[in-house]
């Protein structure tokens, strides 16, 4: 079945330092690759996506490579805001998959 | 307007009750899902249903009982409820089923918060 794995958090960055989440997955043919983005109090919300080998998905200076060599998906921001602080989640679904499967979520601080 | 909204966003009661999740969704999608978020933020989903019907139906005790009136509409009924019970429920949507799509996009409501004492 399809898995996918992320670093675990918390992640604890100052105000316009660089942020990396690592995504890696496991699945059978090559899954459509999802982040979505849970701020506090709130259901989630598709940040980014890329549905094929090196597309880059891309939102709100939020980016993600899709990297079939390395069945990844990190995301990465150049400067985070405070405003960034949330729970990211990755996820994938593809081909003999009935669901979206999510990673266990990264919880981001940004601080001033 | 809200797309996806469910009732209610908190729930406080004792073990043994029985209690309903009510969720819509007004953006015409076709498929519904339940999932559950637990204490360290992982998510477990536990239903789906595309045009009323049930196809997904993931290892979750029979306590738990969907129904889908209509595509709009998904609300779930758990029955004698037990501390490990609590937990945020979302119910999300999608324009069709996602096996068949790949689109992947869910829209989720805000959560019930339910907590079992």
């Known amino acids: 079945g399809n898995s996918v794995t992320q670093m675990e958090g918390p992640v604890t960055l100052s105000e316009e330092a660089f942020l990396t989440i690592n995504c890696t997955y496991t699945a059978t043919g090559y899954p459509s690759l999802f982040w979505y983005v849970q701020y506090p109090g709130e259901g989630l919300q598709l940040l980014l996506k890329?549905?094929?080998?090196?597309d880059k998905g891309s939102n709100k200076g939020f980016e993600a490579t899709y990297r079939k060599e390395t069945t990844s998906f990190h995301l990465e921001k150049g400067s985070v805001q405070v405003s960034d602080s949330a729970v990211y989640f990755c996820?994938?679904?593809?081909?003999?998959?009935?669901?979206?499967?999510f990673g266990k979520g990264t919880k981001l601080s940004v601080i001033p | 307007d809200t797309a996806v909204s469910q009732t209610p966003k908190y729930l406080v009661t004792q073990m043994g009750n029985d209690k309903s999740i009510k969720c819509e969704q007004n953006?015409?999608?076709?498929?519904m899902y339940w999932y559950k978020q637990d204490s360290k933020k992982f998510l477990k989903i536990m239903f789906s249903y595309n045009n009323k019907e049930l196809i997904i139906n993931e290892t979750v005790p029979n306590r738990f009982s969907p129904k889908s009136p209509d595509k709009a509409h998904l609300n779930l009924h758990i029955n004698s409820l037990e501390l490990g019970d609590s937990a945020v429920y979302f119910c999300?949507?999608?324009?069709?089923?996602?096996?068949?799509?790949?689109?992947?996009?869910?829209?989720f409501g805000e959560g019930s918060r339910l907590t079992v004492l």
């Open positions: 890329a549905t094929k080998a090196d």
């Open positions: 996820a994938g679904s593809g081909a003999g998959s009935y669901q979206l499967t």
């Open positions: 953006l015409g999608h076709d498929t």
């Open positions: 999300a949507s999608s324009q069709d089923f996602l096996g068949t799509s790949h689109t992947g996009e869910l829209f």
